[in-house]
């Protein structure tokens, strides 16, 4: 056999066994030890047709991989996503909402007090919101590793002060904790929180003492109100058909782009989309922030970490971490 067929066979059936052993290792039922063994029967099989290639059963490795690997492919495509878990307190619930004219009604609008990570006093309320009253949107962007990925908010503002932030988390089961390889694999659903400023701004800020940025954000009124109802048509999207959070192409950051997208118009693909880290580099570029400032310049303005961590859970929060952040002009 041509040994470049063998090495392009060899590619394949490595790249599909390493995809195949993840897949088993996130989704196998049973605990650690029965994943252990489907990974060690499914890494043996592989093995074994890996040295067959190369010992010369070239149609019968590729033959008995494809059957065993369709097996595993028709288990996967099986696993559904589902509402109906045992889910960690903080994403127990889901915020859904009605509209009527200008009044909007969420329920399920997160707002904890948070004094550690895992101490915290549980709190679901629901809230009435004017849309006529609506006139600020933020974007708050927080880093907690490297400087490629981090957790998007958007905050609309009200002329009464009052604020509400958007957040599109992965739902996870108690038992289970964030992976970015395990959002691959269907390990978490999706899910889209609203929440006081006070709970998951200062979550970030004060408890787990993230990098955290706000940047004001250049939008029409009538776009912003589009971008808060599309956000809850989204949520109740998912209470009514779940679906699983995927690490690159279903997170907080491309789900946020689709959702301008339907309501701007057709907005530039860029790799910064992926990389939600960058995602203020790309708002600057479509000429979403203060051209006024550099975006170094903002960036300098709008962290507000240490501005959180004075304001604790004042009442004026929401005011506090503004402070210096210049309004728009």
């Known amino acids: 056999m041509n040994i470049t067929a063998t090495l392009l066979a060899t590619l394949l059936v490595g790249s599909s066994a390493t995809w195949g052993a993840l897949a088993l290792w996130y989704q196998a039922p049973g605990g650690l030890a029965a994943k252990i063994v489907y990974v060690a029967l499914w890494a043996a099989f592989s ?6 290639l190369w010992l010369g059963q070239f149609a019968l490795g590729l033959l008995s991989f494809a059957a065993v690997l ?3 492919l028709l288990w996967w495509h099986r696993l559904l996503p589902s509402n ?14 009605t509209v009527d004219g200008n009044r909007v009604t969420l329920r399920n609008v997160r707002n904890f007090t948070w004094h550690t990570r895992t101490e915290y006093a549980t709190l679901w309320e629901t ?7 609506l006139n600020a949107i933020d974007m708050i962007v ?24 958007f957040s599109v988390e992965i739902r996870r089961e108690t038992h289970e904790s964030y992976s970015e390889i395990g959002g691959f694999f269907k390990q978490f659903e ?30 029409p009124i009538p776009a912003m109100r589009s971008l808060f109802l599309a956000y809850i048509n989204e949520a109740n999207s998912l209470v009514r058909a779940p679906r699983f959070y995927h690490t690159v192409t279903g997170n907080c950051t491309t789900l946020v782009y689709q959702l301008m997208k339907r309501i701007i118009g057709p907005l530039p693909f860029d790799y910064r989309v992926l990389l939600s880290g960058y995602m203020p580099e790309y708002v600057y570029r479509i000429g979403g922030l203060d051209r006024r400032y550099s975006l170094e310049e903002l960036r300098a303005l709008g962290r507000i970490s240490e501005r959180g961590i004075k304001a604790g859970r004042s009442e004026t929060f929401s005011a506090d971490i503004r402070q210096g952040v210049p309004p728009l002009g």
């Open 47 to 52: 093995t074994a047709v890996l040295i067959g």
């Open 70 to 72: 369709g097996g595993l």
């Open 84 to 97: 109906d878990r045992l889910w960690a307190d903080d994403v127990s619930q889901m915020t859904s909402g």
């Open 127 to 133: 809230r009435c919101y004017d849309l006529a009253r």
């Open 142 to 165: 927080s880093y907690w590793s490297r400087r490629t990925i981090a957790h998007m908010l958007f905050s609309f503002g009200f002329d009464d002060g009052d604020q509400v932030a």
């Open 190 to 219: 999706l899910s889209v929180i609203a929440a006081d400023e006070r709970d998951i701004v200062h979550l970030r800020t004060n408890v787990r003492r993230e990098d955290v940025y706000l940047y004001r954000v250049r939008m």
